[in-house]
């Protein structure tokens, strides 16, 4: 009966243990999952380089940035030229990501998240500066340069970012970086055509190795799940894991629709680009055609000019010809009246 009675205790401790082992470990599993596939919350550890420019005197965590907001207006406010405002707003977006290193470090989110929106929305209206240049007629390839390559700075460091981001942070990160490549877009439009098929293509390449890693992460981490979600298979845990299986399957599947996107968006560019490689072919076509036809205009002006020279040769040589005859004559004649005389 003792007997009986301890095995009648520890056998439904023992049940109860090997129970709570099944189920605590999935649970800890979907966590980590949750983290890859949904996104961790920022973190103070996600690190960026060192950028030329310095943060303002008063942070975006401060109750008093509405002060630097105000600073930062009043020299939009004197400056007067579209070229002088365009310059304004790129020196307001590298303070911004200069700050944005500091507002990482301490893990501010919503100071975060006003440092990347405000390197973004400045890069925009720097660029709609450098459009409004050039509408009005001025010559704007030199701030386009200027401007194009803040841009290209901001987005150096983006990607930086970006590579090491995860959920929120990334997602912000993500849109601040549509923002900057529409931005460049419109600048490109200004630059020499030389420079701006440089351009093109280096957005090509950027897109496509962008494209190309975030594509490889987000199908190794789906891998990763869908091969922890068969090591955890248990009887006990079998329906719940079939609904798990079920939800990273379609997160897949959302995965390849973001890769078929990610594929329109380099047709877009390399329409884009072959459309701006004809157009300046065009251009040079029909360059070389007025090069041609004056050419063509120049080489009968010159025809003619040599003809009319000819012309003028051989009407003197005619005259020379004829003033010397004339002269023979006068002088066989003047030859002949004297032997007279001397016979005579």
Partial sequence: MKKIS???????????????????QPVDA??????????ASTSSSIQMPATPEGPGLILPDSPLFFLDNLKQNTRLLFAITSEEK????????GERLAELRFMLAK????????????????LVKAAENVAQM????????????????????????????????????KLQVAAAQESLMDAKVRVEDSLPAHELAKEIQEDLNREAQRDAIDASTSAQELRDDLEELTIEASSAAKNSLKNRELVLRKAIE???????????????LEKRKQEKILELNGKAAQEIREIVEKAKKAAEVFQNTQEKITAVKNQTAE???LTNSNAGSTVSS???????????
């Fill in 134 to 169: 050039q509408f009005s007629g001025k010559d704007a390839s030199l701030l386009a340069k200027e401007v194009n390559q803040e841009i290209k700075t901001k987005q150096d460091a983006m990607d930086i970012l970006e590579s090491k981001a995860d959920g929120e942070l």
């Fill in 107 to 122: 893990n501010n989110k919503e100071a975060i998240r006003t440092a990347i929106q405000g390197v973004s929305d400045n």
């Fill in 319 to 321: 005259s020379l010809a």
């Fill in 6 to 24: 301890i095995l009648s205790v520890f056998v439904p401790l023992l049940a109860f243990t090997l129970i709570a082992l099944v189920l605590v």
């Fill in 86 to 93: 365009a310059k304004v707003h790129a020196s307001i977006a």
């Fill in 254 to 268: 959302e995965k390849n629709e973001a890769l078929q996107k990610v594929e329109e968006r380099k047709f877009e």
């Fill in 334 to 344: 003047s030859n002949k009246s004297t032997k007279t005389e001397s016979e005579k």
């Fill in 30 to 39: 979907v966590s980590k999952r949750r983290a890859r596939v949904l996104g």
